[in-house]
Each structure stands twice: as structure tokens, then as C-alpha cells.
């Protein structure tokens, strides 16, 4: 475990794989820590070297006052990757973190050459919403809403499963403080304009069970991007990385292999 003193937050983060090969860079959903991604990377092809992190108020990196501002988390991640000395990275970015992704790409092309936006798109919701969903969560804990965001994560097969019991806990153990943080970051946030003027290779990845960024959602997205492509996993929810791994890093795989970053 690794902690990156960034100032005003510091951030756990975790390399695995080749220290000298391709960057790859996973930034997760809201309410998840960096293990979102362990399912995949067992899949993913060798050589690569694969950064992941806890974005401020969730899992062990710390959790500043909110509310936060997408900036801040797009600077906390340019920080980082600078820190590392990461240039031309692949950036996958899940729900929140793919959001992340677009604002790091339209402030830092030197750090991505190539982004994957996978369960989440330029504007998420209404800023009502996510208002109502802050305060319900700073009144009552994350708990109070954690069974419905169960069925917008997860699709039919895997709620039936015990592994969602792991999930579950992920989530409700988050800091109450940095989930409503993020989703203060998330209600101020439409990346429609700046996104559209992207011009970089873009893979596109929904579920086909998603509650919470549909199909359409993600797809109008990835369509503002010149030359970009799409993607559907079926029977998957939010978290596809999760209940498709072997399938999730087979679209991860290919869209490496066409961009020449393995």
C-alpha cells in the first residue's frame, strides 16, 4: 500500500505488474475502492503497468471536508499520475471515474493518449437528484440507500449470488463525508461541450442492466467523440468489471491491441 501526499489530500494508490511498461490507469465508481478492479486484472494481457486509486473520501485515502468539485478530483489525479511521472496512459474510467477521465483528457492530453468510458457519460442525472441523494446520505449513512443502489450496480444473475454481501459492505464502509463529496462533484458536472471537442481513441462500455447509467446514456457520450467505439455486455448491471470480468477485460484487451499501448 502506497500513499501519494498530494497537499490538500493524499491519496492510496497501488501499481501492479511491470514497473517500466505501458500505463494503464483504473479510476472506480462512486462508492468503490480501487478492488473494483481485482476481478480483471488476472485477464488483462502481461507487460502493462497497471496504476489504481482511491479517489479522496473513499478507502484509505483521506477524506477532506466536502463538498468536492469535479476539478478538484481531476487535479488530485493529474497530481498523481505526475507524481508517478505517467505520460500517455490508457485511462479506464467507471461511473464517476469516468467522468474523471473526460476532464483529465480535456485539461491533460500528455497523460491519456487513449480512454475507455465505461458505465457513465458527460452529464449523470439532475443536480437535484444528486442533492436529495448527499443529503440523505449526511442525515441517515450511506445504509439508508444502499439496497436500491444494490439493483442499479448489479444485474438479476448476480444479485441472487452471496458475493453481493461483499458489495454491500464495500459500499456502506465508505466515509459518509467523501460519498456525499463525490456526489456533490458528480450533481456540478456537464462535460457535453468540453467532451465533444475529444479527439482521442475511445472505447465506450455499458451494461445492458444498468440502472444507473443506462446504455443510451453511455452511448450518447462516446458518439460526441469523433471515431469512437461501443460496446453492450449483456446480463450486467453498473459494475460490469465485476460480474463480466473475463468479458470486461476482453474489450479492454482488444482495444489495446488496437491502439498500439501493448
Known amino acids: 500500500m502506497k ?6 489530500v493524499r491519496l492510496h494508490y497501488r501499481i501492479d505488474g511491470n514497473p517500466s511498461g505501458a500505463p494503464i490507469v483504473f479510476a472506480n465508481s462512486l462508492g468503490t475502492d480501487l478492488r473494483l478492479w481485482d476481478p480483471v486484472l488476472p485477464h488483462l494481457p502481461e507487460g502493462l503497468r497497471i496504476i489504481r486509486f482511491d479517489k479522496r473520501g473513499h478507502g484509505l485515502s483521506s477524506c477532506p471536508p466536502g463538498p468536492y468539485s469535479m476539478g478538484a478530483l481531476v487535479r488530485d489525479t493529474e497530481k498523481l499520475l505526475d507524481l508517478l511521472e505517467v505520460k500517455d496512459a490508457m485511462f479506464v474510467g ?20 487513449a480512454m475507455v468510458l465505461s458505465n457513465t457519460a458527460a452529464k449523470m442525472g439532475t443536480k437535484e437528484m444528486w442533492e ?11 445504509e439508508a440507500l444502499a439496497d436500491p443502489i444494490m439493483e442499479r450496480w448489479f444485474g438479476r444473475d448476480f444479485r441472487t449470488t452471496a458475493e453481493l454481501e461483499l458489495w454491500r ?12 463529496g463525490c456526489c456533490a462533484a458528480i ?31 453511455v452511448r450518447e457520450t462516446v458518439n460526441l467523440i469523433h471515431g469512437s467505439k ?17 468479458d470486461y477485460a476482453a474489450l479492454l484487451t482488444t482495444f489495446l491491441k488496437e491502439t498500439g499501448h501493448v
Open 94 to 113: 467507471l461511473s464517476i471515474g469516468g467522468m474523471i477521465a473526460q476532464g483529465l483528457a480535456v485539461k491533460r492530453l500528455d497523460l491519456v493518449r
Open 187 to 217: 450533481a456540478g458536472t456537464d462535460f457535453y461541450t468540453p467532451t465533444s471537442g475529444l479527439r482521442l481513441p475511445t472505447l465506450g462500455i455499458a451494461g445492458s442492466e444498468d440502472g444507473a447509467s443506462p446504455p443510451d446514456l
Open 169 to 180: 459492505n464495500m459500499l456502506v464502509r465508505q466515509p459518509a463525508e467523501g460519498y456525499a
Open 3 to 8: 500513499i501519494a501526499d498530494l497537499g490538500d
Open 230 to 246: 461501443f460496446e453492450l455486455i449483456r446480463r450486467a448491471g453498473h459494475l460490469p468489471c465485476v460480474e463480466k470480468p473475463e
Open 132 to 142: 436529495d441523494r448527499l443529503n440523505t446520505v449526511k442525515r441517515d449513512g450511506i
